[in-house]
T-cell receptor, first 112, second 111 residues
Framework: GESVGLHLPTLSVQEGDNSIINCAYS??????FIWYKQESGKGPQFIID???NMDKRQGQRVTVLLNKTVKHLSLQIAATQPGDSAVYFC???????????WGLGTSLGVNP | EPEVTQTPSHQVTQMGQEVILRCVPI?????FYWYRQILGQKVEFLVS????????KSEIFDDQFSVERPDGSNFTLKIRSTKLEDSAMYFC?????????FGPGTRLLVL
């Protein structure tokens, strides 16, 4: 069946360090992947996306890597800041209606 | 920057009562979605809506649920007879091209 899951439920890093959040997916037909950030009491906020014809995409302080061979996604956050503390979800997008299939989320905590 | 808005932010209701959750999507987006997130669990797809009709729905979206776009701007989710297990955050989302943008959610508590 379809599923998206995260390897690490919690991650704690020091301010200024780099963070890496991992995600596994199982639907090889998925062609689009998104990382969302969710702060407490708020809706998911788009961070970065990547299509299946790419293996890397960079944004401001964030990089997403896609390894289709092992069905693995990662989100790298450079110079992690206290404002990055949140739950991070990867989601995959498949099918004509483009519904999102979500993982469980990784809680990122940043220590000052 | 355009954003998705949802009302109310919180709703407390008695079991068996009807609730209507409202969303105002980004104005030029044509695809609309509802998701829910039970506390501590992952986000779950409920329904997608395009061209004034449901394009896909999940097993959660049973006969107690309905959606409509009554006036070309609002997008609503109705639960006819709420159950305790309907307590969750409900998120509206919309997309123009590929990316789905989410509203802040409505926290529904069924007592």
């Amino acid at each position: 069946g379809e599923s998206v899951g995260l390897h690490l439920p919690t991650l704690s890093v020091q301010e200024g360090d780099n963070s890496i959040i991992n995600c596994a997916y199982s639907n090889s037909a998925s062609d689009y992947f998104i990382w969302y950030k969710q702060e407490s009491g708020k809706g998911p906020q788009f961070i970065i996306d990547i299509r299946s014809n790419m293996d890397k995409r960079q944004g401001q302080r964030v990089t997403v890597l896609l390894n289709k061979t092992v069905k693995h996604l990662s989100l790298q956050i450079a110079a992690t800041q206290p404002g990055d503390s949140a739950v991070y979800f990867c989601a995959e997008n498949a099918g004509n209606n483009r519904k999102l299939i979500w993982g469980l989320g990784t809680s990122l905590g940043v220590n000052p | 920057e355009p954003e998705v808005t949802q009302t109310p932010s919180h709703q407390v209701t008695q079991m068996g009562q009807e609730v209507i959750l409202r969303c105002v999507p980004i104005s030029n987006h044509l695809y609309f979605y509802w998701y829910r997130q039970i506390l501590g669990q992952k986000v779950e797809f409920l329904v997608s809506f395009y061209n004034n009709e449901i394009s896909e729905k999940s097993e959660i979206f049973d006969d107690q649920f309905s959606v409509e776009r009554p006036d070309g701007s609002n997008f609503t989710l109705k639960i006819r007879s709420t159950k305790l297990e309907d307590s969750a955050m409900y998120f509206c989302a919309c997309r123009g091209q590929e990316t789905q943008y989410f509203g802040p959610g409505t926290r529904l508590l069924v007592l």
